[in-house]
Nanobody
């Protein structure tokens, strides 16, 4: 079965950086799109970034463009979200998700989810 396990969250200060990891297992992900979403307290789960496992094309929400970078390590079957210049409004639970075939910004179109990792940015 597919398993996505996030790690790397924590409590940081404004302007700091964190690298989130999503370890994927259970199948070959070469045809998948891997994405990060985030959900702040009392808010909807929003798209953050995505990457095509094959080819590495990346996509970002406007709110994180230039500050966050998504990447993948084929050998480790792991997707990363490098965050920088973090702001209090980036505080959320960050989720890794996987979808077969094309990119989607709609969380309902993702097939697999991790359990999430908390990122808290203090001012």
């Amino acid at each position: 079965q597919v398993r996505l396990v996030e790690s790397g969250g924590g409590l940081v200060q404004t302007g700091d950086s964190l690298r989130l990891s999503c370890a994927a297992s259970g199948r070959t992900f070469s045809s998948y799109v891997m994405a990060w979403f985030r959900q702040a307290p009392g808010k909807e789960r929003d798209f953050v970034a995505a990457i095509r496992w094959s080819g590495g094309t990346t996509y970002y929400a406007d709110s994180v463009k230039g500050r966050f970078t998504i990447s993948r390590d084929n050998a480790k079957n792991t997707v990363y979200l490098q965050t920088s210049s973090l702001r209090p409004e980036d505080t959320a639970v960050y989720y890794c998700a996987a979808r077969l075939r094309g990119l989607s910004y709609n969380l309902n179109q993702y097939d697999y989810w991790g359990q999430g990792t908390q990122v808290t940015v203090s001012s």
